[in-house]
């Protein structure tokens, strides 16, 4: 849902309701102003190029979000993914611990990032990616490589984790996904997982005779 901005005068005395690309970003709830400008210069968002920034009007905003956002974001994410945080390259990334934005655009274009390529840069949905490596249902938190999951939760070596990894739901397998070249973990997963109880025997069954 777009959230509504203090009606304020803008820099320079321009219009409240006339924003910048930051201003359009927090207004659309988006983590990047970068995603905004991406979209205006795909034809995608309704704004304007003004020298070298962009301007948009919050009423066209509002209408956007309400009218096209659903179908847009459900290109971006794929089904069924529960509505968050729309990222760029760079910012996925950092998310991820990638040191270059390019390694994610790679990753993307080659299907192994749920993502969608929009004019000159790619758009990935933070709850698609988080989903496939923490599973169904699990609390947003850090993602780690296996090196920082070791530390963590104090295994032996990184060799250890990436040997005990599993896909989410795998019978004891530390949950994770290989993205690229690497393991990845969700820390709410793995606790979640180390946390579980095993499920009691049924009554006369021979673990319990």
């Given at each position: 849902?777009?959230?509504d901005?203090?009606?304020?005068?803008?820099?320079?005395?321009r219009?409240?309701g006339?924003?910048?690309?930051?201003?359009a970003a927090?207004?659309?709830?988006f983590?990047?102003p970068?995603?905004?400008?991406?979209?205006?210069a795909?034809?995608?968002l309704?704004?304007?190029k003004?020298?070298?920034?962009?301007?948009?009007?919050?009423?066209?905003l509002?209408?956007?979000?309400?009218r096209?956002w659903?179908a847009l974001?459900?290109?971006i994410?794929?089904p069924?993914v529960p509505?968050?945080?729309?990222?760029?390259?760079?910012q996925?990334?950092a998310r991820?611990g990638?040191?270059d934005?390019?390694?994610v655009?790679?990753?993307?274009?080659?299907?192994?990032?749920a993502?969608?390529?929009?004019?000159?840069?790619?758009l990935?949905?933070?709850?698609?990616?988080?989903q496939r490596?923490?599973?169904?249902?699990?609390?947003d938190?850090?993602?780690?490589?296996a090196?920082q999951?070791?530390?963590?939760?104090?295994?032996?070596s990184?060799?250890?984790v990436?040997?005990?990894?599993?896909?989410?739901?795998?019978?004891?397998a530390?949950?994770?996904?290989?993205?690229?070249?690497?393991?990845?973990?969700?820390l709410?997963?793995?606790?979640?997982?180390?946390?579980?109880?095993p499920?009691?025997?049924?009554?006369?069954?021979?673990a319990?005779?």
């Open positions: 849902m777009a959230r901005l203090p009606d304020q005068p803008a820099p320079g005395g219009d409240p006339i924003l910048d690309a930051a201003q927090a207004y659309l709830e983590p990047d970068q995603a905004v400008t991406e979209l205006a795909a034809g995608e309704p704004g304007s003004v020298g070298r920034g962009w301007l948009f009007h919050q009423p066209a509002r209408d956007w979000r309400a096209r659903p974001y459900q290109r994410a794929g069924g509505d968050g945080p729309v990222l760029s390259a760079a996925l990334a991820l990638f040191r934005p390019q390694t655009t790679d990753l993307a274009a080659a299907g192994e990032l993502g969608c390529k929009i004019g000159r840069g790619w990935f949905a933070w709850a698609a990616i988080y490596i923490a599973g169904p249902g699990v609390p938190g850090p993602v780690l490589s090196a999951l070791a530390a963590r939760i104090g295994a032996p990184p060799r250890v990436r040997r005990a990894a599993g896909p989410p739901g795998t019978p004891g530390l949950p994770g996904c290989r993205i690229g070249k690497q393991w990845l973990f969700a709410e997963a793995v606790l979640a997982d180390l946390d579980r109880q499920e009691a025997a049924p009554a006369g069954s021979p319990l005779r």
